[in-house]
């Protein structure tokens, strides 16, 4: 069993910042691709970052300079810093991993629960 467990998301005025979290536990060889999206309502699901084992990120052109994904590879955490948060990034945000299962050869994607980011202008 592999869970992602995400938290930190809330309710803050434009300009202003939150940092959210992503843990994952359970039965994990190795994680590969870590990564956030959001999803706002009547909207697509939609990539906001990745990363990967290396350290090597990508984002969205709408959160470039703005967000910065990291990541503790010792404690299978993910984290999204969001700065100068605009009432357009109101969403729900959900991690994401590809990971490999223990004892096997298996290579899966989860995704955790979601967590409500809401900015007010």
């Known amino acids: 069993q592999v869970q992602l467990v995400e938290s930190g998301g809330g309710l803050v005025q434009a300009g202003g910042s939150l940092r959210l979290f992503c843990a994952a536990s359970g039965s994990i060889f190795s994680i590969n691709v870590m990564g956030w999206y959001r999803q706002a309502p009547g909207k697509q699901r939609e990539l906001v970052a990745t990363?990967?084992?290396?350290?090597?990120?990508t984002y969205a052109d709408s959160v470039k300079g703005r967000f910065t994904i990291s990541r503790d590879n010792a404690k299978k955490t993910v984290y999204l810093q969001m700065n100068m948060l605009k009432p357009e990034d109101t969403a729900f945000y959900y991690c994401?991993?590809?990971?490999?299962?223990?004892?096997?050869?298996?290579?899966?994607?989860?995704w955790g629960q979601g967590t409500q980011v809401t900015v007010s202008s």
């Open positions: 994401n991993t590809n990971l490999r299962i223990l004892s096997t050869s298996i290579v899966r994607s989860y």
């Open positions: 990363i990967n084992s290396g350290g090597s990120t």
